[in-house]
């Protein structure tokens, strides 16, 4: 299904004036998007130097994305929950594990995220440090809705 697509059955049963946002995740986008749309993973960051070189806003509670994979399929859409920024430094077990990548844990979200983010950076003539500000997102799944079946 396309991100067209998918926004259309969303939009037709919940209207809204918000206009469609697609993108897949980093370094992964199929294992990601899977993990978004089982509810493993319910957070995501990325680096807050490159939102002022590429001209971007930050994201902001209540907008909503088409999660792709890597052939530009839609996955599913989230609704922003929660939006802040931090240095990488200050993250914390929480958020690594709302990450929901790996073993959850603070030690495996920074092994990958300093790899991703020294890739990332360096595309930019940039270098990644421990005190850089990242942009922390807490997001839920909103579509497809879970059939709820329930028993009397």
Known sequence: MTAEEMWKAYTEKYPTDSEMDAWAF???PDTLAELVKTGIK???C???PIYAIEGEDLPGAGELSVI???NDEAVCIIRTEKVWVQQYCDT???F???EGEGDRSLSYWRRVHEAFFRSEMAEYGLEFSEEMKIV???F???WPEEERICCS
């Open 26 to 28: 980093g370094d992964d």
């Open 42 to 44: 319910t957070a995501t």
């Open 46 to 48: 990325s680096a807050y």
């Open 68 to 70: 792709l994979d890597s």
């Open 92 to 94: 914390d077990a929480v």
């Open 96 to 98: 690594a594990a709302k």
């Open 136 to 138: 922390c997102e807490e």
């Open 140 to 142: 839920r799944v909103v």
